[in-house]
T-cell receptor, first 108, second 114 residues
Framework: QKEVEQNSGPLSVPEGAIASLNCTYSDRGSQSFFWYRQYSGKSPELIMFIYSNGDKEDGRFTAQLNKASQYVSLLIRDSQPSDSATYLCAVDDYKLSFGAGTTVTVRA | DAGVTQSPTHLIKTRGQHVTLRCSPISGHKSVSWYQQVLGQGPQFIFQYYEKEERGRGNFPDRFSARQFPNYSSELNVNALLLGDSALYLC?????????????FGPGTRLTVL
């Protein structure tokens, strides 16, 4: 079983819509969770992290964490063409364990 | 402030050769981690160093080695290159000062093994 799994993509959403990305993890003891954005040919860029159950909002991005169900999600509101990228979920256990990523395409 | 820097940007080697990749962390960061990312996958952890000591090692063969210098910069060495070592090699730095350890990535080194 993979440590971190993300919903398979690609995910195509119209401009202005909400993109919803999901991630599950296997280690119940995991404490910190990260979302990175990676444009094609570039390195991962940190969007936000979350470590408490519930929601955390940063601009158009909202991360949601449910430790009992072992999932973390990312919502992108008012999606823009510039949000088209691969989104990586990562779980921190002194090292980052990444999912394979979900590719999002925002249609103008 | 400058972010994480890596050199070289691109590298082409042939099978059996050796390669050295370099990384300079964000100023004030004492921890450096190395990741390998092959096309279509998420980054895979190779090493983490903190204060010049190896803090963790991923599931990679002994052909992979690393070290951290007194100025906190780091080198990743790969011996006896295989075609499967072709990947984007990412360096990330963090403070490891307690609490949530946020890692920031450099631009990466694209290694192609022919």
């Amino acid at each position: 079983q993979k440590e971190v799994e993300q919903n398979s993509g690609p995910l195509s959403v119209p401009e202005g819509a909400i993109a919803s990305l999901n991630c599950t993890y296997s280690d119940r003891g995991s404490q910190s969770f990260f979302w990175y954005r990676q444009y094609s040919g570039k390195s991962p860029e940190l969007i936000m992290f979350i470590y408490s159950n519930g929601d955390k909002e940063d601009g158009r991005f909202t991360a949601q964490l449910n430790k009992a169900s072992q999932y973390v999600s990312l919502l992108i509101r008012d999606s823009q063409p510039s949000d088209s990228a691969t989104y990586l979920c990562a779980v921190d256990d002194y090292k980052l364990s990444f999912g394979a990523g979900t590719t999002v395409t925002v249609r103008a | 402030d400058a972010g994480v820097t890596q050199s070289p940007t691109h590298l082409i080697k042939t099978r059996g050769q050796h390669v050295t990749l370099r990384c300079s962390p964000i100023s004030g960061h004492k921890s450096v981690s190395w990741y390998q990312q092959v096309l279509g996958q998420g980054p895979q952890f190779i090493f983490q160093y903190y204060e010049k000591e190896e803090r963790g090692r991923g599931n990679f063969p002994d052909r992979f080695s690393a070290r951290q210098f007194p100025n906190y910069s780091s080198e990743l060495n790969v011996n006896a290159l295989l075609l499967g070592d072709s990947a984007l090699y990412l360096c990330a730095s963090s403070t490891l000062s307690g609490g949530t350890d946020t890692q920031y990535f450099g631009p990466g080194t694209r290694l192609t093994v022919l």
